[in-house]
């Protein structure tokens, strides 16, 4: 039996970084909480709350002590709010979402109308859009939505870090005709796209695909569809226990790939598993 193991798979730099703030901050603090789940994995959450981190969802219902501001980061009036109160602020903003963050109220201090590539839903998103003070902002999806834009004279595009290149591109195609000068910030993250094209290529490759990450985790997810449309034969799976004996039935090759915040010892224990099951 053939087992590839995606190179990308599992954290990315900035869930990395903000799981060993959150695990140093566990030991350092005598209370502590993150504002929301620090990534979407449950398993880690629960791992964190072992060692003493609290989820708390509002800003008003934060104990005394210390906060870790999650890996998207928060919008600027939370952060205000968080300022104001006596807490030892962690941040775990990832610097690349803090980058589009800069962008923005630079390109809004110098009378940008700034056009923000994303979905307005998403935090970062909305943490983003936070940032631009005094000019007017636009969130677009894609090309035909920004089709929808009025014509300005200064144009500022950033884009949320997980987008893909292709539809940045033919936004700022459309903001080309929107706007006398166009500036653009390439702000998009290539640890998405790394991951998305890595298990493309496996997925071709292999009889059966296992993705491992939250069902709540929107890459994962994301990740699981691009696998299921080229291997019919792929799963989703969050830990190693939902593996199934009968997937591996005229199976020669199994890929497995995982979301950027999906911990490495899931991931281990999911190649533990697939080995013992096809030995
Ligand atoms: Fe940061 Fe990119 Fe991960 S923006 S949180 S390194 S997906």
Redesign the pocket.
Same mark, same amino acid.
Do not use: I, K, L
């Given at each position: 039996m053939k087992i590839i193991l995606a190179g990308s798979a599992g954290?990315?730099?900035?869930?990395k970084?903000?799981a060993k703030l959150a695990l140093d901050s566990s030991e350092k603090f005598h209370q502590i909480c993150s504002l929301g789940p620090l990534i979407h994995s449950p398993q880690l959450v629960k791992k964190l709350e072992e060692k003493g981190v609290k989820v708390v969802e509002r800003v008003e219902d934060l104990p005394e002590g210390a906060v870790i501001v999650r890996?998207?980061g928060l919008t600027a009036e939370e952060f205000a709010r968080l300022s104001e109160r006596d807490l030892t602020i962690v941040d775990a903003t #990832?610097?690349?979402?803090k980058k589009a963050q800069d962008y923005a109220s630079q390109l809004s201090s110098q009378g940008y109308a700034v056009i923000l590539v994303g979905e307005a839903e998403h935090p970062?998103v909305q943490g983003i859009v936070s940032y631009v003070a005094g000019s007017e902002v636009y969130v677009v999806a894609d090309h035909e939505q920004a089709e929808k834009l009025p014509s300005r004279s200064k144009l500022g595009v950033i884009a949320q870090?997980?987008q893909s290149f292709k539809n940045l591109e033919q936004i700022v195609a459309v903001c080309l005709r929107k706007g006398k000068e166009v500036r653009v910030f390439n702000t998009i #993250?290539?640890?998405?796209t790394v991951r998305q094209t890595e298990a493309r290529d496996i997925a071709r490759k292999v009889d059966l695909m296992l993705i491992i990450g939250g069902f709540n985790s929107a890459?994962t997810s994301r990740l699981a569809k691009i696998c299921q449309d080229i291997q019919p034969h792929s799963f989703h799976i969050e830990t190693a226990d939902q593996i199934h004996p009968e997937w591996f039935a005229d199976v020669d090759s199994v890929g497995i790939t995982a979301g950027?915040s999906t911990p490495r010892w899931i991931i281990d224990q999911v190649l533990d598993r697939v080995q013992e099951m096809t030995k």
């Open positions: 954290f990315c730099f900035g869930v970084r903000a890996s998207h #990832c610097p690349f979402v970062e870090t997980t #993250c290539d640890a998405t890459n950027a």
